[in-house]
């Protein structure tokens, strides 16, 4: 469903309400920060400082992707998080 301008006006305003930033450093859990090389959403200077945040972060570029790795690149983000997800049970 598409959203209209309300709707991202009320998401910035509870992003800006509640910033990532102040959370990150409590995340203790290994994380791979995963951006896509055209992604205009993210830049790469925001992408690489929420890594730097991060106790046991690592970051990732995808090239010649955009803001959704998901789904226009699900093998190559696949490949960067499996590492993560390999040892885990449920």
């Given amino acids: ?3 209209g301008p309300r709707r991202y006006w009320d ?3 509870f ?3 509640d910033p ?3 959370k990150l450093r409590h995340v203790t859990s290994p ?6 090389g055209r992604d205009p959403i993210v830049p790469r200077r925001w992408a690489q400082e929420v890594t730097d945040a991060l106790p046991n972060g690592r970051f990732a570029e995808i090239p ?14 696949a490949r960067l998080i499996r590492p993560l997800v390999s040892g ?3």
């Fill in 64 to 77: 010649e992707t955009g803001h959704t790795a998901n789904w226009s690149a699900p093998v190559e983000l």
């Fill in 11 to 13: 998401t910035f305003r």
């Fill in 15 to 17: 992003l800006q309400a």
């Fill in 31 to 36: 994380v791979v920060v995963v951006r896509g």
């Fill in 88 to 90: 885990v049970t449920s």
């Fill in 20 to 22: 990532v930033e102040d």
């Fill in 1 to 3: 469903m598409a959203c």
